[in-house]
């Protein structure tokens, strides 16, 4: 079988395409929290928690990538 020409190039640039956004994403949540507060839905509760734990789970998301 050919291998195609640029597709493992492609395959970092969007590796380190999800990386970026999933790091700078879940360090965002740690930085500028009220932004997602309201994204939360108001019958969950600990919002500030769970804001804080979507954070980690994105950054170790990134990380495991």
């Keep these: 079988m050919k291998k195609q020409i640029g597709s493992s190039l492609l395959k970092k640039i969007g590796f380190i395409g999800l990386f970026l956004v999933y790091f700078a994403g879940g360090i965002n949540h740690?930085?500028?929290?009220?932004?997602?507060?309201?994204?939360?839905?108001?019958?969950?509760?600990?919002?500030?928690?769970?804001?804080l734990l979507s954070g980690l789970f994105e950054v170790l998301l990134a990380v495991g990538l």
């Design 30 to 51: 740690f930085v500028s929290p009220e932004v997602y507060w309201p994204l939360i839905p108001p019958y969950l509760f600990y919002i500030i928690e769970l804001n």
